[in-house]
């Protein structure tokens, strides 16, 4: 069984920085590449930020781009959102996923609250 | 990159069909195959319910079917239930590992 587990989600100023991780099993890690999707309450998914299987390449939505870095430990099974900069509006829902055909997989979420 | 087109809100009475169109470019809808479509409830992780264009994964209703035109992609629900009422997102794959969501539609069972 596939799961997809995020973590570090929470309260945090504005301004602030924040690591999310995600820990993926049930499939061969290291052979797909990965997103990060966010929600914001009420609001839409949001695509945020990819990365290659290899770690080699990495792309990001224009709204994070400069703030936000994607990376992964293949050996660990681990893909890392590091969140820096922090605004209001990143506030959401973070959800990570392996996006693609049948085997599509998504976390159940981790809340991030950024507030004074 | 863009995000895809949706219409906001859509709706339909119990037993009729209604259809969602995803609108997209050349770069995403019209050049790939790739198209999912999620369910989601309120509170919910999303649903895979449409991918590839029109494969549905087990378990999901044959009522729900997908299609796609140029690069328009559309989701239909026919025989509507009240539990479809929900919000439903399409997804394209636009090339180099990438993809890209559409804005959602919010779908109301009268």
């Known amino acids: 069984e596939v799961q997809m587990l995020e973590s570090g989600g929470g309260l945090v100023q504005p301004g602030g920085s924040l690591r999310l991780s995600c820990v993926a099993s049930?499939?061969?890690?290291?052979?797909?590449?990965l997103h990060w999707v966010r929600q914001a309450p009420g609001k839409g998914l949001e695509y945020v930020a990819a990365i290659k299987s290899n770690g080699g390449s990495t792309f990001y939505a224009d709204s994070v781009k400069g703030r936000f870095i994607i990376s992964r430990d293949n050996p660990k099974n681990t893909l890392y959102l590091q969140m820096g900069s922090l605004r209001t509006e990143d506030t959401a829902v973070y959800y990570c996923?392996?996006?693609?055909?049948?085997?599509?997989?998504w976390g159940q979420g981790t809340l991030v609250t950024v507030s004074s | 990159q863009s995000a895809l087109t949706q219409p906001h809100s859509v709706s339909g009475s119990p037993g009729q069909s209604v259809t969602i169109s995803c609108t997209g470019t050349s770069s995403d809808v019209g050049g790939y195959d790739y198209v999912s479509w999620y369910q989601q409830h309120p509170g919910k992780v999303p649903r895979l319910m449409i991918y590839d264009v029109n494969k549905r994964p087990s378990g999901v209703p044959d009522r729900f079917s997908g299609s796609k035109s140029g690069d328009t992609a559309s989701l239909t629900i026919s025989g509507l239930q009240a539990e479809d009422e929900a919000d439903y997102y399409c997804c394209s794959y636009a090339g180099s590992y990438i993809w890209v969501f559409g804005g959602g539609t919010k779908l109301t069972v009268l």
């Open positions: 049930g499939f061969t890690f290291s052979s797909h590449a």
């Open positions: 996923t392996r996006l693609g055909g049948i085997k599509d997989y």
